[in-house]
C-alpha cells in the first residue's frame, strides 16, 4: 500500500524520499510507533503547500517521492537488516531521505547504512533522552541504548533538548558536556548554542534524528514517553534551519505515537516534513 505524502503522485525528479519504517520491537511504555508513519502520511494532505516563511511550495522545486509502506520481519534482527538494506538503496540514490519510524531504534541500522557511503558522518541528535545506556531490559540494542552503540561505531553525536538523563547515563553525560546540551541550557543561550551545532556540522556530511518528545508535549502529545519543558515550534525551525544549512544527507523521524484525536503530533511531523523541504528548496535555489 501507498500513501503518498501531501496526497500528492511522486514527483519526475524527487530530491526528498519519504520512507516509513513501522518498525516496533522494543518500545517499554506508550506503545504504538509501528503506526506512525501511515498516519503520518495520511494527514499530510492536510497541510498548506505553500511556505509562508520562504515564500515557496517545497514541492514545484524538490519533489517527492514516497516508499511504499512495508511490514518488517517478526524477527527483530531481521527487521534491522531489512531497515539497513532500504537505507543502503536511499544512500546510494542521493536524494536527501526522510526515515518516518518507528521506535528511535531504527536510527542504528541507518547509521550503518550511511557510514558506509559517508565516512565522515555525524549526527544531531534532537530527543527529551540521551539513549546512551549500556544496556536496558537485558537488550543492548533497544530505542534506549541507540546512540550508545552508534557512538560505539566512532560517529559524533552532538545531543540537544535533553530534559531526562538516566543514573546509567551519568558519566556519558559528565564527560560528554561541550555535545550534549540540555533544554533548559538552550533556553538560555540559543544563539550559543546554534553556533555550537553549525559548528559541529561543518565537519562533515550531517544526519538529523528527531525524536519527536524533544518537544513540548503541548505541542506533541503523542509520544511513548513525552516529558515536560521541551522545545517550542519557533525552536526547533531554527535548528532545522541550522542542520539543512550545512551538508545534510537524510534524517529520521521517530517515536511518534498516534493519537488520533486530535491527530496534532502525526500533523506536527508531516509539517516537519515540509519545513525541512523548504530550507532544502531555499538552499538550491
Known amino acids: ?58 514541492h514545484e522545486i524538490v519533489g517527492f517521492y514516497t516508499e511504499p509502506l512495508w511490514e518488517p520481519s517478526l524477527a527483530f534482527n531481521e527487521a534491522l537488516s531489512q531497515v539497513e538494506a532500504l537505507a543502503k538503496h536511499h544512500a546510494r540514490k542521493g536524494c536527501f531521505a526522510i526515515y518516518l519510524g518507528g521506535e528511535h531504534t531504527i536510527t542504528y541500522p541507518i547509521i550503518l547504512a550511511y557510514r558506509e557511503i559517508y565516512p565522515n558522518l555525524r549526527i544531531l541528535h534532537l530527543d527529551a533522552h540521551l539513549d546512551q545506556r549500556d544496556s536496558y531490559l537485558n537488550s543492548k540494542l533497544n530505542h534506549a541504548t541507540v546512540m550508545k552503540r552508534i557512538s560505539e561505531l566512532g560517529v559524533p553525536i552532538f545531543s540537544l ?35 555550537r551545532v553549525s559548528q559541529f556540522l561543518s565537519e562533515g556530511p550531517a544526519y538529523l534524528s ?3 518528545d524533544v518537544l513540548d508535549p503541548s505541542l506533541a502529545p503523542g509520544v511513548g514517553t513525552p516529558e515536560p519543558g521541551g522545545l517550542t515550534w519557533q525552536d526547533l525551525l531554527k535548528i532545522l ?27 506536527l511531523a508531516a509539517k516537519i516534513i515540509l519545513k525541512v523541504s523548504a530550507y532544502l528548496s531555499k538552499n538550491l535555489k
Not at 542542520?243 to 529520521?252: C, H, I, Q, R, T
Open 241 to 267: 534551519a541550522n542542520f539543512m544549512s550545512a551538508k545534510p544527507v537524510a534524517m529520521d523521524i521517530v517515536e511518534v505515537r498516534p493519537f488520533l484525536d486530535p491527530p496534532m503530533t502525526e500533523y
Open 1 to 58: 500500500m501507498k500513501i503518498p505524502f501531501l496526497g500528492l503522485p511522486d514527483g519526475e525528479n524527487p530530491r526528498v524520499a519519504i520512507i516509513p519504517i513501522p518498525f516496533e520491537f522494543t518500545t517499554t511504555w506508550l506503545k504504538g510507533t509501528k503506526f506512525a508513519p501511515q498516519e503520518i502520511l495520511k494527514v499530510s494532505p492536510n497541510l498548506e503547500f505553500f511556505d509562508e516563511e520562504l515564500l515557496l511550495a517545497p
Open 210 to 212: 528527531l525524536d519527536m
Open 161 to 195: 533538548g535533553l530534559r531526562a538523563i538516566s543514573l546509567e547515563e551519568k558519566d556519558t553525560f559528565i564527560k560528554e558536556r561541550e555535545r550534549i546540551v540540555l533544554a533548559e541550557e538552550f533556553f538560555k543561550d540559543k544563539e550559543g548554542v546554534l553556533e
